[in-house]
């Protein structure tokens, strides 16, 4: 089921950034901090980030799908059957996808 808040929460926090869904990317993971910060090289001060726990891996892949339909750059399939938090995060020329 898609997360309808944590959908508002995301979108929200990317249109304060203001560059466009374009320029963001999502995914889900059971550590979203480690997967931010290590995996995908985003600065933890000073850059846009933001994760939330969807509380299931399903409602996780509803809501990352609902999210990539918007726009976030990202692809489905990640993570695994404990994988219940989506994140997103402003791309910048240092960040890996």
């Not at 910060?37 to 000073?46: Q, T």
């Not at 990202?74 to 996808?97: H, N, Q």
Request: aromatic content about 12%; overall charge negative; glycine content about 10%.
């Amino acid at each position: 089921m898609i997360q309808k808040e944590i959908v508002n929460q995301i979108c929200e926090h990317a249109d304060k950034e203001g560059s466009g869904y374009k320029n963001w990317y999502c995914g889900i993971a059971f550590k979203p901090t480690e997967r931010l910060f290590n995996d995908h090289n985003v600065p933890e001060k000073n850059s846009w980030w933001i994760h939330r726990n969807a509380q299931t891996e399903q409602n996780a892949r509803d809501t990352e799908q609902y999210l990539l339909k918007q726009g976030f750059k990202g692809g489905e399939g990640g993570g695994d059957s404990i994988t219940i938090y989506i994140y997103a995060y402003k791309i910048l020329s240092t960040t890996i996808e």
